[in-house]
């Protein structure tokens, strides 16, 4: 199946700092990735669709200037918390769509913050 | 509200039975369907699409599809303490805007003891 990385896997940083998480898919490309967020023991929720050369798509309560999302090839998208804060703790997984495999979701391994 | 609906479970079943999940969903418009298998701390990992009636078949997984009552369903076959995790069943949904977006269900736990 196709690939996608999420860099870095971990991250704890100080409320108030900004950080960012990185989505590629290795070996095709993703006119489409998504971003999620995953709260211990409940489901994924989709934040926002980030689609290459265009303005993301954010989901009904997701605050578009906290959760920037650039998406400049076909292969990266970012996702960037601003100011984060410890209610943002959580884990963060990208997909990226495969067009060539049905649309097929493909996720990466996914990046837990931890925000003091 | 689009919804797609899993028995939170926990499901357990002796090593070796068969693994049954079920999975309803609301919007009767979608049109591709997907298990996942996700473990403790882990990210979500493919088992299975699918999008025609009936069942489609890949190893010890069995899928199975069924439009007119909105339910699709995951079998496992010989079920191994390795099975154990949650799965995830997740449906396309199309928006206003007309993109596809991917709905999860929360997800069944399931428990294979050996």
């Known amino acids: 199946g196709a690939v996608v990385s999420q860099h870095p896997s971990r991250v704890i940083c100080k409320s108030g700092t900004s950080v960012k998480i990185e989505c590629r898919s290795l070996d095709f490309q993703a006119t489409t990735m998504f971003w999620y967020r995953q709260f211990p023991k409940q489901s994924l929720m989709l934040m926002a669709t980030?689609?290459?050369?265009?303005?993301?798509?954010?989901e009904q309560g997701v605050e578009k200037d906290k959760f920037l999302i650039n998406h400049a090839s076909l292969t990266l998208s970012t996702l960037t918390v601003t100011s984060a804060h410890p209610e943002d703790s959580s884990f963060y997984i990208c997909?990226?769509?495969?067009?060539?495999?049905?649309?097929?979701?493909?996720f990466g391994p996914g990046t837990r913050l931890t925000v003091l | 509200q689009k919804e797609v609906e899993q028995n939170s479970g926990p499901l357990s079943v002796p090593e070796g039975a068969i693994a049954s999940l079920n999975c309803t969903y609301s919007d009767r418009g979608s049109q591709s369907f997907f298990w996942y298998r996700q473990y403790s701390g882990k990210s979500p990992e493919l088992i299975m699409f699918?999008?025609?009636?009936g069942d489609k078949e890949d190893g010890r997984f069995t899928a199975q599809l069924n439009k007119a009552s909105q339910y699709v369903s995951l079998l496992i076959r010989d079920s191994q303490p390795s099975d154990s995790a949650t799965y995830l069943c997740?449906?396309?949904?199309?928006?206003?805007?007309?993109?596809?977006?991917?709905?999860f269900g929360k997800g069944t736990k399931l428990t294979v003891n050996p």
């Open positions: 997909s990226a769509r495969d067009y060539s495999v049905s649309d097929t979701q493909y």
């Open positions: 980030s689609n290459e050369g265009s303005k993301a798509t954010y």
């Open positions: 997740a449906v396309t949904f199309r928006t206003q805007g007309g993109s596809e977006k991917l709905v």
């Open positions: 699918i999008y025609s009636n």
